[in-house]
Each structure stands twice: as C-alpha cells, then as structure tokens.
C-alpha cells in the first residue's frame, strides 16, 4: 500500500480545507485509515479515523464536530473535510494505514501504523 496526501495550505482562521489520501497498490478495505497530525515540537497525533468498512469513524476531542473523514465507494481515497479551523490547527498533517483493529488504543497510536503518508501542511492564519 503506498499512500499519497494532498490538500493542504494556507487558510484563514473559520476557513474549510479538504485533504485527500489516496491509495495505490491496492485498497484499503482490509485497513483503518487514519490521520494524524504534527505541529513543530509537538508529537505527531491522532486526529481522525475510520475503519475498513467506512462505517466506524473516530476523532480526537478538539476536531469533533468540525472535521469530517469519509472514503469513496472504491476505497482508494480517504478524504478529511476540514471546517471551522483554529490557528491551532496548524500542522503537517499526515494518512497512515494499519491492517485493521477495532481497539481505539491500538488505531490511534501512531506507532502502529505501517504505511504513511508523505504529509501536507496546513497552516491556518489568525
């Protein structure tokens, strides 16, 4: 699986992005799919998720409500609709895959995932 982020770049504070990950060498129907992200000097973190099925999704408590993670029908592009975002959004932000696990505590541990993405910056201005 190798994965491909775009997406990102520089928008007002209250402004929407929409990030893409997309798949190649395969899908990710056998794969939770998340996304994470990295601010400088801060560790990379969870932000999204959503399992193989694309039924289950996930989000850490300072994006709920305002992010949006979904795939296509095919389920080789997972998407992150960014809404109303905050100065403190501002990160690398980065798709990861991990052969699939339901455990939250598993799935949101950046260092299980096997396949990463290369990282898109957004940066959301005051």
């Known amino acids: 699986v190798q994965l491909q982020a775009s997406g990102g770049g520089l928008v007002q504070a209250g402004g929407s992005l929409r990030l893409s990950c997309a798949v190649s060498r395969g899908t990710f129907s056998t794969y939770v799919m998340g996304w994470f992200r990295q601010a400088p000097g801060k560790e990379r973190e969870f932000v999204a998720g959503?399992?193989?099925?694309?039924?289950?999704?996930d989000y850490r408590d300072s994006v709920k409500g305002r992010f949006t993670i979904s795939t296509d029908s095919a389920k080789t592009t997972v998407h992150l609709q960014m809404n109303s975002l905050k100065p403190e959004d501002t990160a690398v932000y980065y798709c990861a895959a991990v052969l699939g696990s339901i455990s939250r505590s598993y799935y949101t541990d950046a260092n299980n995932y096997a396949y990463w993405g290369q990282g898109t910056l957004v940066t959301v201005s005051s």
């Open positions: 959503i399992s193989p099925s694309g039924v289950s999704t």
